[in-house]
């Protein structure tokens, strides 16, 4: 049983990957859309708080949302794996349900 | 209406009056409330504004959805779980929100507060227990 | 794998619209089903067949409607949140006396329990929002 959760917001604007990192439990996966990819970046002052739920819990960020932004593989943290439509189509198979943190 | 029973958890985040989201998500539980599903609010971060006594929008001229909270036990939605670190962040207890009562008809009728407050690792275990979650 | 969908922003303000539609044709295209999207809050105007993108950027209505006659995919505006925001179909605009209407092909206006039906339905749902 576990949960994917999506975070769709910049963390710099909002608390809602503090939020959703605060309520993964070990085994979900969290993925990163539209400007939450932002929170992937390293070198930022949130790297912390994710790198410390990373392994825990499996991170993701939506590859061509950071196309879009300029966001380069090379710039993520650590241990943060950007996934394709079709691979967030088999996260959501494979979790037991979808939660959105808007 | 159906004969699946599903966990259905309404995740409130968002603060009242400032955006609808809150407004809307609460026509989503009355009207899902009619297909006798097994269902569960949860309100953490912003959300738990929407539960705080004393909201009156008379000058502001918008509905005043509050008082709808205190109507959902007549709707069989019973189970309203609040945050307590949500709460404690923005300087709030129980005692600063509506009271919203249900009665028990497993109970004798008795009277029972629908409001509960769970920690923040509780509130992730709900929602850790349920078949579908819609998000606001 | 049913997979049912809600897209809750409005288009073109909020890229939800646009990240649910990439969404669900990688999910047909990997064999799943989507019998249902259901459009709420500002998403309704999704639905409009009135809007002009320019035309070098893409048209979000016109590529729903095309998904929508291409893999029978139900697209469902909820009626309260429509009303709010001037979106109608024929009924609706006759029942309140407005002089137009403005659903997209594709699309049709229905109330909140399709969107219960759709969670009771289908083994997953996935929200698409602001």
Redesign the interface.
């Known amino acids: 049983m576990s949960t994917l959760h999506t975070v769709n917001k910049s963390p710099f604007s909002t608390q809602s990957l503090l939020s959703c990192l605060n309520h993964a439990k070990d085994g979900d996966t969290i993925l990163m859309i539209e400007d939450g990819v932002y929170g992937a970046a390293k070198g930022t002052g949130l790297g912390d708080a994710l790198a410390a739920r990373g392994g825990a819990v499996s991170l993701c960020v939506l590859a061509s949302d950071m196309e879009a932004r300029g966001l380069e593989a090379s710039r993520l943290i650590d241990g943060v794996t950007p996934v394709d439509y079709a691979g967030f189509v088999e996260m959501v198979v494979n979790n037991d349900r979808t939660q959105s943190w808007l | 209406m159906s004969e699946t029973v599903k966990k259905f958890f309404y995740v409130n985040r968002k603060a009242p009056y400032g955006t609808i989201f809150a407004q809307e998500a609460l026509e989503v539980v009355l009207i899902g409330a009619a297909f006798d599903q097994d269902v569960s609010l949860g309100f953490l971060d912003d959300g738990v504004y929407q539960l705080v006594k004393g909201q009156d929008t008379k000058d502001l001229g918008v509905k005043n959805f509050s008082p709808t909270f205190r109507a959902l036990g007549d709707y069989d939605v019973t189970k309203l779980f609040v945050e307590k670190e949500s709460l404690d962040e923005r300087g709030l207890s129980a005692d600063d929100l509506d009271e919203i009562m249900y009665e028990d008809e497993d109970d004798d009728w008795a009277e029972k507060p629908s409001i509960r407050i769970v920690s923040r690792a509780e509130m992730a275990d709900i929602m850790a227990d349920q078949d579908v979650v819609l998000s606001f | 794998?049913k997979?049912g969908v809600?897209v809750?922003a409005g288009p073109y303000t909020h890229?939800?619209s646009d990240?649910a539609y990439?969404?669900v044709?990688?999910?047909i295209?990997?064999g799943?089903e989507v019998p249902r999207v259901f459009f709420?809050?500002d998403g309704v105007n999704v639905g409009t067949r009135l809007s002009v993108p320019p035309q070098d950027d893409r048209n979000i209505q016109v590529n729903w409607s095309a998904l929508a006659k291409e893999h029978g995919t139900d697209l469902v505006i909820c009626i309260?949140?429509a009303q709010r925001r001037g979106l109608l179909d024929e009924n609706e605009a006759q029942r309140q006396g407005k002089d137009a209407d403005n659903i997209a092909e594709g699309f049709r206006i229905s109330?909140?329990?399709q969107?219960?039906?759709m969670?009771?339905q289908t083994d997953?749902?996935?929200?698409?929002?602001?």
Not at chain 3, 124 to 130: A, K, P
């Open positions: 794998m997979i809600v809750s890229e939800s990240t990439n969404f044709k990688a999910a295209a990997a799943h709420y809050h309260a949140a109330g909140l329990g969107l219960i039906e969670g009771i997953r749902l996935v929200t698409f929002g602001e």
